[in-house]
């Protein structure tokens, strides 16, 4: 009874700050000047609140959910902010919409699978620990390939590449030339870029 109790008001939390991150998303995008806009649309943005809500979680299946929870809170919060801010009507629906709420789900997913094994330290410890500082660059470096599309904003395109590379060395700080610690970080870099090809393909 207690632990369901816990997990309900990380549900809660979840909510929250989903609803919250959507909020803030909406007006940083209106108010911030410059590059400073375009990360309040950046989707890595997104993942660390769902990653370290994702961490609270003592099980696999509690940490998907809290993080997939959070993640598609902030879409639905945003679209309909969004929608009051811009005074135009909310309809849940729509290419977009639909789009971002499957992302949400697969990175929930991907996210709280990595979170519960941050929070373990166990064997797949890496396979959590990297997903952050990968998410970053790979964002950094999808921008990269399509420069011309991100001129008015190459600080920002910077920030994320210097961003993720930051993280890793102060997530492993001495472990950061380990086999396992450079082998996980790669791959999901990799991976990453690969997944944001995607979305570029889907959204132009």
Known sequence: MHLNTKNIFKGIYAFLIGLLIGILTVIGQKYLPGSLNSL???GAIWLIP?????STAEKKF???ILCAET???CVISYYWVESIVNQHTFVFGGFYLYLWLICAV???VIFGFGAYFYRQKSTYYNWGASLLPAVFLA?????IIHLSEYMHMIPAVI???ILGIALY???YRKAFCQRKSLISFCTYTVMGVAGYEILFMLTT
């Open 169 to 171: 060395f102060i997530i």
């Open 106 to 108: 697969i990175a929930g």
């Open 71 to 73: 993640l598609i809170v």
């Open 62 to 64: 509690t940490a998907i």
């Open 40 to 42: 309040a649309n950046s």
């Open 50 to 54: 769902a990653f370290f809500m994702a």
């Open 139 to 143: 964002e950094g470096l999808s921008q």
């Open 159 to 161: 920030g994320r590449i």
